[in-house]
């Protein structure tokens, strides 16, 4: 059993920055993988950005590659999401799940352990 709270979210002008944190207990932490998605209404969750055990894998989305950044503090049983140059677009329900994966997949179905969200808006 996995425990995840997200927070960090809130309301930025575009072009802003925020910094997403997704802390994790209940298992050891350095065996898990930590995956961001987003969901707008009506919508399905959509992979975002993941991070493997060692950190050493982070596949990224193709809308958000070179202004987010995912990374891993094992100390703190957290991983984080930096966002930056935000655009309106972006705007959403951030979620991290966790799993076990070596190379964290994109579907949601893959992963059992949510959180229970943290909402970001990005005015224009």
């Known amino acids: 059993q996995v425990q995840l709270v997200e927070s960090g979210g809130g309301l930025v002008q575009a072009g802003g920055s925020l910094r997403l944190s997704c802390a994790a207990s209940?298992?050891?932490?350095?065996?898990?993988?930590i995956t961001w998605f987003r969901q707008t209404p009506g919508t399905e969750r959509k992979f975002v950005a993941g991070?493997?055990?060692?950190?050493?894998?982070?596949p990224i989305a193709d809308s958000v590659k070179g202004r987010f950044a995912i990374s891993r503090d094992n100390a703190k049983n957290t991983v984080y999401l930096q966002m930056n140059s935000l655009k309106p677009e972006d705007t959403a329900v951030y979620y991290c799940?966790?799993?076990?994966?070596?190379?964290?997949?994109?579907?949601?179905?893959?992963?059992?352990?949510w959180g229970q969200g943290t909402q970001v808006t990005v005015s224009s």
């Open positions: 799940a966790a799993g076990d994966y070596y190379f964290p997949p994109a579907r949601p179905s893959d992963y059992d352990y």
């Open positions: 209940g298992r050891p932490f350095s065996g898990t993988s």
């Open positions: 991070i493997n055990q060692s950190g050493g894998l982070t």
